[in-house]
């Protein structure tokens, strides 16, 4: 579910829709949480889609470590991609605002941990990085790694619409992982080798 702050809009022709905030959201807020009504598919499920259908899922999917293909029920699927995004996976089946987002301003996500059947070349941005690939997770974990450690302990400043979405579990990971008691598991735990299912086969 994405967090409650948000409304679909129509960003441009290249990037189409996309997911902007209605309310200014802090960083250190959740902003996406995988629940109940979110559609998992089992990594060799697609194989017996349609050609449309597999399209369909490859645009508006992910695929988890365990190369379950996750379709959200919401305006999350809408979400675009940014190598400089303010949103990023955690390796708790939720995702964290790295930086203040304004109102109006549009929540991103670097496709980068989505473990992608096929590069993606997304819109220029002009740094380094031109092309997503789908082994990104091992290239750049440590980078989403520091981002991602240096807001975590807000989670628990914040007000969190999404945190009764958590399981118990998760939730005394975060008071732990915050107050310095546990190891930030890292998003390199997010990689799933895109040999072992692949959409299009």
């Not at 194989?47 to 959200?72: A, Q």
């Not at 929540?107 to 059947?117: C, E, H, I, R």
Request: contains cysteine; proline residues 5%; charged residues 30%.
């Amino acid at each position: 579910m994405i967090h409650p702050d948000t409304q679909l809009k129509w960003i441009n022709k290249e990037k189409g829709f996309g997911v902007v905030a209605t309310k200014f959201i802090p960083k250190g807020t959740i902003t996406w949480v995988q629940d109940e009504m979110d559609i998992v598919f089992q990594p060799d499920e697609p194989s017996g889609f349609k050609p449309l259908t597999k399209e369909l899922l490859e645009k508006f999917s992910f695929r988890n470590n365990l190369g379950e293909h996750i379709v959200c029920w919401d305006i999350a699927k809408y979400i675009n991609h940014s190598f400089n995004s303010n949103c990023l996976s955690t390796a708790y089946n939720f995702e964290i605002a790295i930086r203040d987002i304004n109102e109006g301003e549009e929540l991103t996500d670097d496709y980068g941990y989505l473990n992608l059947s096929e590069p993606f070349m997304p819109q220029d941005e002009g740094g380094e990085r031109k092309i997503v690939e789908p082994d990104d997770a091992l290239k750049y974990y440590k980078v989403w790694d520091e981002a991602i450690k240096e807001v975590f302990p807000l989670i628990i400043e914040r007000d969190q619409p999404l945190l009764e979405l958590l399981t118990d579990e998760v939730e005394k990971e975060i008071e732990e992982v915050a107050s310095g008691k546990k190891k930030l598991l890292s998003t390199r735990y997010l990689y799933f080798n895109p040999e072992k299912a692949e959409i299009n086969s």
